[in-house]
């Protein structure tokens, strides 16, 4: 998971001096290792500039309800690129690179739950669309499997639920993340040791928890406005948000397993650990290019805003049309002539 891709071997691996394993790593770096990394620092840079060119778009084209929310969600591909490409020129700063990327992307997941209900017009337009529908709650990662589950009422209570099982995960993400980092500092964090003395192996399950528990909302109000939304490419949005997650966690846990069990084998001065982070670093960047490119193209479109709920449109109609009354073949609002 991000915030955990081995940062405390990247220590020891220097041999104990401070910054050996970034001088040795440069300078055992061969024509085609020095290509790799000019080619994967520049496709960082272009990720940043393309980031920033459509953050310019947004700001002058889209409404300002709506803007700080675009805004964090395309900048998840960009920054985790950044922290990456950091952490791959400076391996001592991986710990906190990590930290970084998890705590914005945490606030991500909220914000694309935010996104989706401000699409819909906002949470009183939200509440008067679906006042008579269900929230299906059989849904991953939590209950997919639990299709006898009944569906919950659409309320403003309902709502709030949703909206703080995204928000939890933004406070106590960062939480245990600096947590982490000063246990890290003291020696007492390793990925490595997973009994259950450690501080790893419980860190880890409390994130994990988290983290389910945060996914579940937006699956959830995912299964509710797909279809509503799929003149605004909420589908396409949705599967970009689900790239970026499991590439930055699935993906990197994957690694780092691999590398623990020294499937990834060692090559000094980098241990298997060490190399297992500095391969995702390398992965991330390009998956993480890719995916701003494509978010450039799925959110730089312009939508029409939804129509109304129908009997909002009603009220509206019946509150604009005043009762005229004929009389004598004039015509007299709200009264009758001469009265």
């Known amino acids: 998971m991000p915030g955990e891709r081995g940062g405390v071997f990247l220590l020891s691996a220097a041999g104990g001096s401070r910054g050996g394993l970034f001088r040795n790593l440069n300078l055992g ?37 709506k803007r700080s929310i675009l805004i964090w969600i395309n900048a998840a591909a960009p920054v985790i690129a950044t922290t990456s490409c950091v952490g791959m020129w400076i391996p001592r700063s991986t710990m ?13 997941i909220h914000k694309f739950l935010m996104m989706m ?3 819909c017009g906002g949470q009183k337009l939200f ?3 679906f006042e008579n529908d269900r929230f299906k709650i059989s849904t991953g990662p939590c209950c997919c499997c639990c299709l006898c ?12 639920w949703l909206k703080l099982g995204t928000f939890q995960f933004t406070f106590f993400r960062p939480v245990f993340m600096f947590l982490s980092i000063v246990l890290w500092t003291n020696g007492n964090y390793s990925l490595s040791d997973l009994s259950p003395e450690g501080a790893a192996i419980w860190i880890s399950c409390f994130v994990a928890i988290l983290t389910i528990i945060a996914l579940w909302p937006v699956g959830i109000m995912f299964q509710q406005v797909r279809v509503l939304l799929n003149c605004k490419k909420i589908i396409p949005k949705f599967a970009l948000y689900q790239f970026v997650l499991i590439l930055n966690h699935l993906q990197t846990a994957i690694i780092n397993i691999l590398a623990m069990q020294r499937i990834i084998p060692c ?12 391969v995702t670093h390398q992965v991330l960047i390009m998956e ?6 494509l978010s450039r193209l799925v959110y730089r479109r312009k939508y029409d805003e939804l129509e109304p709920p129908e009997c909002a449109c009603e009220e509206d109609g019946d509150s604009k049309q005043t009762p005229k009354i004929i009389f004598n073949g004039a015509v007299s609002e709200d009264r009758l002539p001469g009265f």
């Open 288 to 293: 993480m290019f890719l995916i701003t490119l």
């Open 96 to 108: 906190f690179t990590d930290f970084t990327a998890a705590v914005f992307f945490a606030i991500v």
């Open 149 to 160: 589950l009944p569906g919950v009422r659409i309320t403003r209570q309902t709502l709030f």
């Open 127 to 129: 509440l008067r669309r």
């Open 29 to 65: 770096l061969d024509l085609a290792g020095r290509f790799l990394f000019a080619i994967l620092t520049l496709m960082t840079l272009i990720a940043d500039l393309v980031f920033i060119e459509e953050a310019i778009y947004i700001y002058r084209k889209v409404p300002s309800s």
């Open 117 to 119: 209900i401000k699409e």
């Open 267 to 278: 090559a000094p001065p980098l241990s298997s650990s060490a190399r297992g982070a500095y």
